[in-house]
């Protein structure tokens, strides 16, 4: 019924900067919270910011000031900013949406979308 599409991924010197879009489609989904989580190969889904329909939001400590999370909901469509790109920020980013805040978080199976990953390397 709802499909994310992450887009904008690619290779980049550490210290530069891209940026992440997700477009859901399918239905506007009114009222829901959306997040970024990445994986990076032999790691666990980590948490790396959730933005409310309101606006409002929330950061992973290491992220915080230098990437920064958007959302357009006229285009259906929520961003990743990233800037001061190092190494360790190397992984699969997904977007995903839940109605419910808390399941979103947690970054688990319960959450209802999840796009399909777009791959950011950032080389040092």
């Known amino acids: 019924q709802v499909q994310l599409v992450e887009s904008g991924g690619g290779l980049v010197q550490a210290g530069g900067s891209l940026r992440l879009s997700c477009v859901a489609s399918?239905?506007?989904?009114?009222?829901?919270?959306m997040a970024w989580f990445r994986q990076a190969p032999g790691k666990e889904r980590e948490f790396v910011a959730r933005?409310?329909?309101?606006?409002?939001?929330a950061y992973a400590d290491s992220v915080k000031g230098r990437f920064t999370i958007s959302r357009d909901n006229a285009k259906n469509t929520v961003y990743l900013e990233m800037n001061s790109l190092k190494s360790e920020d190397t992984a699969v980013y997904y977007c995903?949406?839940?109605?419910?805040?808390?399941?979103?978080?947690?970054?688990?199976?319960?959450?209802?979308?999840w796009g399909q990953g777009t791959q950011v390397t950032v080389s040092s």
């Open positions: 995903a949406a839940d109605p419910s805040e808390v399941v979103l978080e947690k970054g688990g199976p319960g959450i209802q979308y």
């Open positions: 399918g239905r506007t989904l009114s009222g829901y919270p």
């Open positions: 933005i409310r329909w309101s606006g409002v939001i």
